[in-house]
């Protein structure tokens, strides 16, 4: 598959623009007009730019508001559409895009319209230049992907071809069968982006909240199929408009950009082969795909994980972890042989401690690191390295068991480990040596679930690393209310529960008494969560061990009731301990938090019955008691 982005994508000059793509492996790019206007380049000097980068220029785009006007309106046009052809011609390029009119439409006439586009085809035609015709989703007589073709059709010209925009498309639940039908001769140009679902007028929609595959919500997969069952063969090219893209580092967006399409061709792959036509030939090809003009790759299929292996957390002074830990009852299983790392235990709950420099922006202690269990490291992590996630190899020594590693966006590592049907861990023979007395036994847990907040600027990046890279499958996002804004939450998971990753787009705290000039800006919270047999059992020991718990207004306790007619000695229990409760039809889930410490706190929790989610109802008095916490006269970051 041929792979092209618009560079209306990217932040920065369209030389940069160029750079990044050409970094991040596009095989081409759509050079938008404004770009071209904007730039000190000129266009033999961009020419031969794209030549030495390795770049196709693939369509220059757009054309607006052609079609559909008066005799006199419509000679403009055409002087305006022969200035671009030439300006075409310089550039080395043979696609333009021409969107259906939306301005300056006055006459709803087909017939007009198609001759029209046939004397716009045919000056194109004089210049060796090809129309690729657009239906824009809001277009004021033409709105409709078919009905463009349609036009397309009766013009019958061979510079006039349509143009395929998955937005205009999906955004208006277009039925995309159709395009099977359609002569690969015809169709032009690929256009994709993704979109999260969201009611307001389309033109706002698609203006700032496009993002790029598998970052929204649109079947693009599915879209894909058609496309290659016409017989397609063309460039598959990212149009998407992003506030937050287009602010971004270009070079970071780039390469987030060619690991959508990456992505995207592997599941449309997967789509024609579980939707194959019953007349298929099992012999043609893999699983019995069907051979098509356009030939999708796919990557190295990998099982979802298993579970946690471990969490790992960096402190220059441990101390205050160490404390926590022990108090919530975790056992200390001593310290790396060759490395400044300590092991803590509870069950096949595992967290390291590095006392390593942190290495990470905002105060520590920081989550640094996840360790997740899957079949085949080696395979796994060529996959993510296939999908442009960076390597993150840690130093071994020979008889040391060797992590398969690479960086999320946020610069949390992920290294995956060859899990054990037991649970245990082959590493955590590396710990302990000489340790006086042995650990003992204690009550079973597990990881549950890691909260990790993200960058405003990476979070939809994020959501698509996680999927393609490690198989979690999203959860539509929740926003939860903080007396800093609301908080963006979206989890992701594996489909048996094994592996809750939740990502959270929160608001950045400010100290009070600092100046607006001086002002210290810090990372959200983020959180490890152990799922324990019995959390009251958990609470009353670490309570006793001197644990500080995240203390619980009594005001929560007055609702809880309300709500839930608990039964007196139970809600008592819960007031004492400062535990959090909530039920649904299917279960009931108990949790506590502990005091934050750096920029880390953990949770405990138990899930009865059940029960699949995270306490929500109880998220905003989380975040006020912590905000309160946090703002104390005196305390320091």
């Given at each position: 598959m041929r792979t092209g982005i618009a560079t209306v994508c990217l932040s920065g000059t369209l030389k940069e623009k160029?750079?990044?793509?050409?970094?991040?492996?596009?095989?081409?790019?759509?050079?938008?007009?404004?770009?071209?206007?904007?730039?000190?380049?000129?266009?033999?000097?961009?020419?031969?730019?794209?030549?030495?980068?390795?770049?196709?220029?693939?369509?220059?785009?757009?054309?607006?508001?052609?079609?559909?006007?008066?005799?006199?309106?419509?000679?403009?046009?055409l002087r305006r559409a022969e200035a671009k052809f030439k300006l075409m011609s310089r550039l080395g390029m043979d696609t333009i895009l021409v969107c259906t009119n939306v301005g300056t439409a006055t006459i709803d006439d087909?017939?007009?319209?198609?001759?029209?586009?046939?004397?716009?085809?045919?000056?194109?035609?004089?210049?060796?230049?090809?129309?690729?015709?657009?239906?824009?989703?809001?277009?004021?007589?033409?709105?409709?992907?078919?009905?463009?073709?349609?036009?397309?059709?009766?013009?019958?010209?061979?510079?006039?071809?349509?143009?395929?925009?998955?937005?205009?498309?999906?955004?208006?639940?277009?039925?995309?069968?159709?395009?099977?039908?359609?002569?690969?001769?015809?169709?032009?140009?690929?256009?994709?982006?993704?979109?999260p679902k969201l009611s307001m007028d389309v033109l706002s929609w698609s203006r700032h909240y496009r993002v790029f595959p598998g970052e929204g919500q649109f079947e693009l997969a599915k879209f894909m199929g058609h496309v290659v069952r016409a017989g397609y063969t063309g460039p598959v090219s990212l149009e998407v408009f992003n506030d937050v893209f287009r602010q971004s580092d270009v070079e970071r967006t780039?390469?987030?950009?060619?690991?959508?399409?990456?992505?995207?061709?592997?599941?449309?792959?997967?789509?024609?082969?579980?939707?194959?036509p019953a007349s298929a030939d099992p012999a043609a090809g893999t699983a019995g795909r069907r051979r098509y003009p356009m030939e999708l790759a796919t990557l190295p299929q990998v099982a979802e994980p298993a579970g946690f292996n471990f969490a790992e957390v960096k402190a220059t002074d441990p101390a205050g972890l160490e404390k926590v830990l022990g108090q919530l009852g975790f056992e200390f299983n001593g310290r790396h042989r060759t490395k400044d790392v300590q092991l803590w235990s509870m069950g096949h709950a595992r967290v390291i401690i590095n006392e390593q420099d942190p290495g990470v922006?905002?105060?520590?202690?920081?989550?640094?690191?996840?360790?997740?269990?899957v079949d085949s490291p080696v395979i796994a992590a060529a996959r993510a390295q296939q999908l442009k996630a960076p390597a993150v190899?840690?130093?071994?020594?020979?008889?040391?068991?060797?992590?398969?590693?690479?960086?999320?966006?946020?610069?949390?590592?992920?290294?995956?480990?060859?899990?054990?049907?037991?649970?245990?861990?082959?590493?955590?023979?590396?710990?302990?040596?000489?340790?006086?007395?042995?650990?003992?036994?204690?009550?079973?847990?597990?990881?549950?679930?890691?909260n990790l907040a993200q960058p405003w600027q990476h979070f939809d990046e994020a959501v698509l690393f996680y999927t393609s890279a490690l198989a979690l499958e999203p959860q539509p996002f929740a926003e939860v209310p903080s007396p800093s804004g609301l908080v963006r939450s979206q989890v992701m998971l594996t489909a048996d529960r094994a592996v809750r990753l939740v990502l959270n787009?929160?608001?950045?705290?400010?100290?009070?008494?600092?100046?607006?000039?001086?002002?210290?800006?810090?990372?959200?919270?983020?959180?490890?969560?152990?799922?324990?047999?019995?959390?009251?059992?958990?609470?009353?020991?670490?309570?006793?061990?001197?644990?500080?718990?995240?203390?619980?207004?009594?005001?929560?306790?007055?609702?809880?009731?309300?709500r839930f007619d608990l039964d007196p000695a139970f809600l008592a229990t819960l007031r004492e301990l400062n535990l959090l409760y909530d039920r649904d039809a299917d279960g009931e889930f108990l949790h506590f938090y502990t005091a934050t410490i750096g920029s880390v706190f953990f949770e405990m929790v138990?899930?009865?019955?059940?029960?699949?989610?995270?306490?929500?109802?109880?998220?905003?008095?989380?975040?006020?008691?912590?905000?309160?916490?946090?703002?104390?006269?005196?305390?320091?970051?």
């Open positions: 160029m750079q990044a793509c050409a970094i991040a492996g596009f095989d081409g790019i759509e050079i938008f007009e404004q770009d071209l206007v904007t730039s000190s380049l000129s266009p033999e000097d961009i020419r031969k730019m794209a030549a030495d980068l390795g770049l196709t220029l693939d369509l220059y785009q757009p054309f607006r508001d052609f079609d559909s006007v008066p005799e006199d309106l419509l000679a403009a046009n087909d017939s007009l319209r198609a001759e029209q586009l046939a004397r716009l085809a045919g000056l194109a035609g004089d210049h060796g230049v090809k129309v690729a015709y657009e239906a824009l989703a809001w277009g004021k007589y033409v709105n409709d992907y078919e009905h463009a073709h349609r036009l397309v059709q009766t013009v019958d010209h061979p510079n006039l071809g349509t143009c395929l925009d998955s937005f205009h498309i999906l955004s208006r639940d277009w039925d995309t069968t159709p395009i099977e039908g359609f002569s690969a001769d015809k169709i032009f140009f690929v256009q994709v982006a993704d979109a780039a390469v987030d950009a060619m690991r959508s399409l990456i992505w995207l061709e592997e599941q449309s792959a997967k789509w024609l082969d579980a939707n194959a922006t905002g105060p520590a202690p920081a989550i640094a690191a996840l360790g997740f269990d190899p840690r130093k071994s020594q020979a008889d040391e068991e060797v992590f398969q590693g690479f960086a999320a966006p946020d610069s949390t590592e992920v290294f995956l480990c060859q899990g054990s049907p037991d649970g245990t861990a082959a590493w955590t023979r590396e710990f302990g040596e000489g340790l006086e007395v042995p650990p003992a036994g204690g009550q079973n847990a597990v990881i549950d679930h890691v787009l929160a608001p950045v705290i400010q100290q009070d008494g600092a100046d607006s000039g001086t002002a210290h800006r810090k990372t959200y919270q983020e959180h490890i969560a152990f799922a324990v047999d019995d959390l009251v059992e958990t609470a009353r020991g670490a309570r006793d061990r001197g644990l500080d718990f995240l203390q619980i207004p009594a005001n929560y306790y007055e609702d809880l009731d309300a138990e899930r009865r019955g059940g029960y699949d989610g995270y306490g929500a109802p109880n998220a905003p008095v989380r975040h006020a008691v912590q905000y309160d916490h946090l703002h104390q006269p005196g305390r320091s970051t």
